[in-house]
């Protein structure tokens, strides 16, 4: 897929709605204000880059530690069965206390090819959704990295 060019103007609302919206009624005519563009001109870049694949959604981002999850855990799994992969995967990835859901590829010292991110209220709430996941998609082999202390967390900016 070749790279969508942007006008100067889109680049601009792109930078601007990267970051925090403006805390008003009207958050897409503040934008298009500071911008030098029109409300319209906001959302019909969204509304065309969500409708071309480009973005998947445009919502609030939930800072989950203040808002009581502390804990988290990533958590390798080891899908034995390389046809059940993309399958096991979207079965972890629905669950709502995942945030993270990838496959990667397994090497013979550290076999685990499906990586979760599963954020709770304590470590109970992980391992009770461990043991849920091993029932609903039969994989056991797995291992538990916890989170220690948050050193970087960022989202990337491309304008």
């Known amino acids: 897929m070749a790279a969508r060019k942007f006008t100067d103007t889109q680049r601009q609302i792109l930078r601007r709605i990267q970051g925090d919206l403006p805390d008003s009624a009207t958050p897409f005519a503040d934008i298009a204000a500071e911008v ?3 409300e319209q ?3 019909d870049l969204v509304r ?3 409708a071309d694949g480009a973005i998947r959604r445009f919502g609030a981002t939930l800072r989950h530690q203040k808002a009581g999850y502390a804990f988290n855990a ?3 799994w080891h899908v034995e069965d390389a046809t059940k992969i993309t399958e096991t995967g979207h079965k972890m990835a629905d669950r709502q206390e995942i945030s993270h859901c990838y496959h990667r590829p397994g090497t013979e010292d550290w076999p685990y090819n499906i990586y979760t991110m599963i ?5 109970d709430d992980y391992k009770r959704v461990v043991s849920e ?5 039969g994989v056991e082999k ?3 990295l916890e989170s220690l202390k948050e050193l970087k967390k960022s989202s990337m900016k491309y304008f």
Do not use: F, N, R, W
């Open 119 to 123: 954020h709770g209220q304590s470590p």
């Open 142 to 144: 797995y291992e538990v």
């Open 41 to 43: 001109d906001v959302l």
């Open 133 to 137: 996941l091993i029932q609903e998609t």
């Open 48 to 50: 065309s880059l969500k």
């Open 74 to 76: 990533m958590v390798a």
């Open 36 to 38: 030098g563009a029109s």
